[in-house]
């Protein structure tokens, strides 16, 4: 089996000189295989020729795509020129046509043979000035097609055409941004006037339609705890002022707790307000009074009527049982009497 040994000097070429077998065949021990070192020098001079190649190679193309997009460039103009010729070109046509048109009816209605003549003559004039006009339209127009064919001219216009169309985006975007600012200053005038509904309501609109804008969302946060502590207070208010009137005047605490809204109000002032609802509804003392409460905050007192279903005298919680509504008593479940 053969062994190869990497030798890098004299010294150690002495210490295997023993294993160098002058015969052709090697030995089927041991065979020494000079192995010789690569020439760095040589091999770094290769490969910054190699780099020179690629670097020049590489400046070439560059040239030659600067000198490919300014030939594209020059060529987009002509097209634009082209554009701008046929534009004012349809147009000359056009004028012409109704110029023809003019003379030619001016031709057949005038008063007297020589204006009948002389119109004649313009309208052959014109005519032949919308013919013209309109064989040039033609070619002009061919031109640019053969023009906006072009793979390069092709390219630069779509690059024009996404330009534009980022601009308008960005003018989309700002235009948006203002409105939305706007809408959210709009907004929290409203909660500092102390409309926070209103508020609530245009932030929601504004959230459906940019549900991701972290300002509007801040906003939203801001006005609805604001909204709370107004709302809050109210409540706060309206308890104290029920508390005042349940005793002598029931109807009117109630007239004042039948349409608190108790939404997201704290748990103990709900608790007050419900209590104080239901002791004015027990100082009207009505007979045969039934409680009926399907959660906390809940509730209605309801009297018999006649067709033997039960009628809503006074609701708290329950925004569409209205006093005169009547229910089924066993749809009333868990209602009890009123005590």
């Not at 070192?37 to 040589?42: A, G, I, R, V, Y």
């Not at 460039?73 to 003019?102: C, F, G, K």
């Not at 809204?261 to 100082?283: F, K, S, T």
Request: proline share 4%; aromatic share 2%; net charge negative.
């Amino acid at each position: 089996m053969t062994q190869r040994i990497v030798i890098k000097s004299l010294e150690k070429l002495g210490r295997f000189a023993d294993l160098v077998l002058p015969s052709d065949e090697p030995a089927n021990e041991r065979a020494l295989v000079l192995v010789a070192q690569p020439d760095l020098e040589t091999e770094l001079a290769t490969l910054a020729e190699a780099a020179g190649r690629a670097a020049e190679e590489l400046r070439e193309l560059a040239d030659a795509d600067k000198a490919a997009r300014r030939d594209a460039q020059e060529a987009v103009a002509l097209y634009r020129r082209i554009q701008e010729d046929a534009t004012r070109l349809a147009h000359v046509a056009d004028e012409a046509h109704a110029l023809s048109e003019q003379a030619s009816n001016l031709a057949e209605r005038a008063f007297t043979p020589d204006l009948r003549e002389k119109a004649r003559q313009v309208s052959t004039a014109v005519c032949a000035i919308a013919t013209s006009s309109g064989a040039r339209l033609a070619t002009v127009n061919a031109e640019a097609a053969a023009l906006s064919t072009r793979q390069d001219v092709s390219c630069l216009l779509a690059e024009e055409r996404a330009r534009e169309d980022a601009v308008l985006r960005e003018a989309e975007e700002r235009r948006k941004e203002a409105r939305l600012r706007e809408q959210i200053e709009h907004a929290d005038e409203l909660a500092r006037q102390g409309k926070g509904n209103e508020a609530l309501r245009l932030l929601g609109h504004l959230t459906s339609e940019q549900p991701n804008e972290p300002q509007l969302a801040s906003c939203l946060e801001n006005v609805r705890r604001r909204a709370w502590a107004v709302k809050t207070v109210e409540v706060e208010s309206a308890v104290r002022e029920a508390r005042r009137l349940f005793r002598r005047e029931p109807h009117q605490a109630l007239a004042i707790l039948d349409d608190i809204d108790l939404a997201d109000m704290p748990e103990e002032l709900v608790r007050q307000v419900y209590g104080c609802w239901l002791q004015a509804c027990r100082r009207l003392k009505l007979e045969g009074a039934t409680h009926y409460s399907p959660a906390m905050g809940k509730g209605a007192v309801l009297v018999p009527a006649d067709d033997g279903r039960l009628e809503v005298v006074s609701a708290i919680g329950l925004p569409r049982w209205k006093a005169g509504c009547r229910f089924s008593a066993s749809a009333l479940k868990g209602a009890r009497p009123l005590r």
